[in-house]
């Protein structure tokens, strides 16, 4: 609720606004009840002392309903409006992919191209990496923003085009073989822009204002290549502090392509509606950015040209979020009811899938053919799994991807690790449990005594993991290690030390991390995987998993 009398004038002021701009756009308020459920959804935020989210509801080709709800900048105290400017950071890839179609459109490329025809500054890679690649996350490209991340540099860094180029083409080898998985990488849309500037003469802002901004009358959207811009009407991004308090979260990146658009509710409802009329790009090119990418081995993904293609309780949707600094985007698409959910936040800590799923909850409610995903846990049911899930505690490891998982236990509980966060298991059935939203694992033995776990995911895909032999080496052991390592394709030197027993990794501004042994010369922490290998019986070189990257190869630098 409003902390003060000025801020009920405010949040009133928020509400007259939303109103108004309906109005002027022909659309109708809902049913009283169904507005108040969904300003419910939004009801921690509907204040004057935080920021907060504006939402857009987009019905049969209106807005049919919007409202802020918090603040849009707390030191001039202005409040968030359906007009409000978001980075909508990877929600952007979308109209980078557009941008491509539209160039392919104009037979100046073809998806099947190779990348290196027009960044021939890329190493030959001994795969061919194409256009195609690039907008389905299927490249193998190690992720610039990671590799930035690893050699020291934080989004609020001042970041050019070069910059990002620069850290691409460091890279000696990739990721995976081309098309033979799915790994999301900003690399490959961040190239896309390269390429949409090399082929039509334009850098992809003025591209993509030219050939979609402004024929659908978007008014209020740019692509921020220009960290010093005024933006009119911009939000600014935030994070929350560890005591309640909030801190500025804004970024001085320019590279465009895998994010950068600065939208509004009402800007984004022209862009939904496109995939309706076709008016720029044309129905062929929207249904291929809306057609899954299918992988090497036949498999089906779930990800097409900039956009995610699901269901949600039985009904299809079209959707991407964005994450950026501290911004947070969602549009959620169900086509087949011509009705969309946009959510744009200020807020680093929101989860706009879930409010945008919440909204959709309430607004197609008799739509809907199953009932929520969610499944809450409690020390009750993780418990109830207890007795058979025991038998699996251990470290298990993809052995295509490098990827760890474990299976522990805390009091009572048996717990899921995924290496970031771990959940209660609850049982579904011997050997099966229910993990994390919508997912599950199983338990498989094989002769000879190897034990599998396979992890499947709310889509129904299933990854396979391999039980591994834990090491627990002496603090005597670990001095091996030590000393400083550097990675020519990072630019970067980290140091292990030994401390009270155990590693310790420093790296340029970053505090340091006690890493924890895994299985033989490996070391995790901190969303790191870092693996060795040996010459003469002494570690020679060190080998870098960081989510995004793969194999990222350190050298034993000269004392």
Known sequence: MPSSSRGLALLVSVTLAATVNLRAQGATRPDSVR??????????????????CALGVYENGRVAYARGYGMANLELMTAITPQSVFDIGSTSKQTTAMSIMLLANQGKLSLGDDVRKYVPELPKYEHT????????????????????????????????????????????????????????????????SVIVERVSGKSLPVFASENIFTPLGM??????????AVIPMRATGYDERGDGTFATDMSNYEQTGDGAIQTSIEDMQKWDENFYTGQVGGRAALDAMQTPMVLNNGRKQTYALGLG???????????????????RAELLRFPDKHTSFAVLCNLATT????????????????????????????????????????????????????ELRR?????????????????????LGPSRFHVFR?????????????RFLSAVDAAGDTTRFERVAEATPAP?????????????????????????????????????????????????GDGLLLRFTRQGGAPKELLLDAGRIRNVRFMRAAP
Do not use: C
């Open 219 to 228: 008014s209020h959207t740019r692509y921020n290549d220009d960290h010093r």
């Open 35 to 52: 507005a108040a459920a969904v300003d419910a959804v939004f009801a921690r935020y509907d204040r004057t002392d935080s920021p907060g």
């Open 438 to 450: 919508g997912g599950e694992i199983f338990f498989t033995d094989v002769t000879g005594g190897r």
């Open 407 to 427: 299976v522990s236990t805390r009091g009572d509980s048996v717990l899921f690790d995924d290496m970031n966060r771990a959940v209660p298991l609850q049982a």
């Open 476 to 524: 005597k052991e670990l001095a091996q290690y030590a000393g400083s390592w550097y990675s020519p394709e990072l630019d970067a030197t980290y140091t292990l030390r030994v401390a009270s027993g155990k590693l310790i990794l420093e790296r340029r501004r970053s505090a340091p991390v006690t890493l924890q042994p895994t299985y033989a010369d490996a070391f995790a």
């Open 351 to 402: 989860n706009t899938p879930l409010l945008a799923q919440r909204v959709a909850d309430v607004w197609l409610e008799k739509s809907f053919t199953s009932a929520p995903g969610f499944v809450a846990f409690t020390p009750a049911s993780a418990g109830a799994s207890g007795g058979d899930a025991r038998a699996y505690v251990g470290l298990y490891r993809n052995p295509t991807t490098g």
């Open 309 to 327: 293609v699901g269901s949600y309780r039985g009904l299809k949707t079209v959707s991407h979020a964005g994450s950026w600094a501290g911004y």
């Open 129 to 192: 990496v194409t256009i195609r690649h690039l907008l389905t996350h299927t490249s193998g490209l190690r992720d610039y923003l990671t590799l930035f991340s690893l050699a020291g540099s934080d989004d609020a860094d001042l970041t050019t085009s070069d910059d990002a180029l620069r850290a691409i083409v460091r890279q000696k080898e990739l990721n995976f073989q081309p098309g033979e998985q799915w790994l999301y990488s900003n690399s490959g849309f961040f190239l896309a």
